[in-house]
C-alpha cells in the first residue's frame, strides 16, 4: 500500500466519482480504477459500490475513509513540526473562515501570506460556527476566523475586530430612504436569513426573541451571496454584517438601533495542541489587517 493510493482513494470518497476524482488528480481515470482495484484487492474488502452514475462507500469504505483522513492529518502535522524545527514555512495550512469571507479583508490576507510563503499551501474553506468548532477539536483546521461565540473548554478566542450588522434592501423597498431604524419595526417585515445553522441567525433569532420582534421569514438560504441578490430583485429585507455589503452600492444598508446590533470578529484556536510556525505567520497578518482598518475607522471618526 503506498501513499498514493490513500490520496487516490480519499479523492474519490470526497466527489463520490471516478472521473472528477481523476481530473482532479491529473490522472486517467483507467490508471485511477486499476490503482482502487489493487487498494481493495490488498484490502480484501469493496471500498466502493460501484452505481450507474456515482459510486458510494461500502461499510468498510466508510471505515477506511476516516482511517486515512486521521492518516494524512498527522502525516501533515509531522511535515509542518518537521518544517519548524528546520525554521522553515513550508508544509499546508488549513484555515475556517466566516461566511462573507468573499467581501472581508481575507482575501488579501491570503494572497499577502501566499506571495510571503509560496512553499506553503493554504487551504481556505467557509464553513458553519458549529462545524468550525468540530474541526478544530478534530485537528482538521490550524485555525478560524469567525463571528465570537462563548469559549468552550477547549476553544480559544482573540478578538480582533467590531462589526456591525445592517437591515439591507433594494432602492426600490418601502424602507429604502431610511437612514436608521429601531429594532422594533422589522416586526412583520418580510425578509430572508440565513440558515439556522449559522452563528449570525442564531444571533438574530436572540436579538429578535429579546426585543418582541417575530419577522415574517418568507425564505433561508445557506450563502450570503444569494441573499444579497434576492434582496437585490425582490422586496425581501435581510439583516447582514456591514462587511459583507462591501463594493455593494445597489443595496441600501439601514443602520438597527434599541439596540444596534453588533458582532466581533476573533481568531478561534484550539486550546491544547501545537501552533505551526505558518499558523502564526497566518494570524500575525489577520491581526495587523484588522488593526489597521480599526485605525482608518478612527481616524474617519475624527
Not at 482495484?37 to 471500498?47: C, Q
Not at 450570503?224 to 434582496?231: C, Y
Request: a neutral charge.
Amino acid at each position: 500500500m503506498e501513499l498514493r493510493h490513500l490520496r487516490y482513494f480519499l479523492a474519490i470518497a470526497e466527489r463520490r466519482s471516478f472521473s472528477r476524482a481523476a481530473e482532479r488528480l491529473h490522472v486517467s481515470q483507467p490508471t485511477l480504477s486499476e490503482q482502487i482495484h489493487r487498494l481493495e484487492i490488498e484490502l480484501g474488502v469493496a471500498l466502493f459500490e460501484r452505481l450507474p452514475r456515482r459510486v458510494e462507500l461500502t461499510e468498510a469504505g466508510t471505515l477506511f475513509q476516516q482511517r486515512c483522513l486521521r492518516a494524512m492529518r498527522e502525516l501533515e502535522a509531522g511535515q509542518n513540526e518537521i518544517a519548524d524545527l528546520q525554521g522553515l514555512l513550508r508544509g499546508t495550512i488549513r484555515v475556517a473562515l466566516f461566511h462573507s469571507f468573499s467581501a472581508s479583508l481575507l482575501p488579501a490576507i491570503v494572497a499577502r501570506f501566499s506571495g510571503l510563503y509560496p512553499a506553503v499551501h493554504v487551504v481556505a474553506r467557509l464553513i458553519p460556527r458549529d462545524q468550525m468548532e468540530r474541526e478544530l477539536l478534530a485537528g482538521e483546521i490550524d485555525l478560524a476566523v469567525a463571528y465570537l461565540s462563548s469559549d468552550t473548554a477547549h476553544i480559544v478566542s482573540e478578538v480582533l475586530f467590531d462589526e456591525p450588522m445592517r437591515l439591507i434592501v433594494n432602492a426600490m423597498h418601502p424602507l429604502a430612504r431610511k437612514r436608521t431604524l429601531a429594532l422594533r419595526a422589522l416586526d412583520g417585515l418580510e425578509m430572508v436569513l440565513l440558515t439556522r445553522e449559522f452563528s449570525a441567525r442564531q444571533y438574530l433569532d436572540g436579538l429578535f426573541a429579546n426585543a418582541g420582534v417575530v419577522p415574517r421569514l418568507l425564505l433561508e438560504m445557506n450563502a450570503i451571496e444569494p441573499i444579497l441578490a434576492t434582496v437585490l430583485h425582490s422586496q425581501l429585507a435581510s439583516v447582514v454584517a456591514e462587511g459583507a455589503l462591501h463594493g455593494r452600492a445597489d443595496l441600501r444598508a439601514i443602520r438597527l438601533t434599541g439596540p444596534e446590533p453588533i458582532r466581533q470578529g476573533a481568531l478561534l484556536w484550539r486550546r491544547e495542541g501545537t501552533r505551526s510556525a505558518a499558523a502564526l505567520r497566518f494570524a500575525a497578518l489577520v491581526r495587523e489587517a484588522y488593526a489597521a482598518r480599526k485605525s482608518g475607522d478612527n481616524r474617519g471618526e475624527d
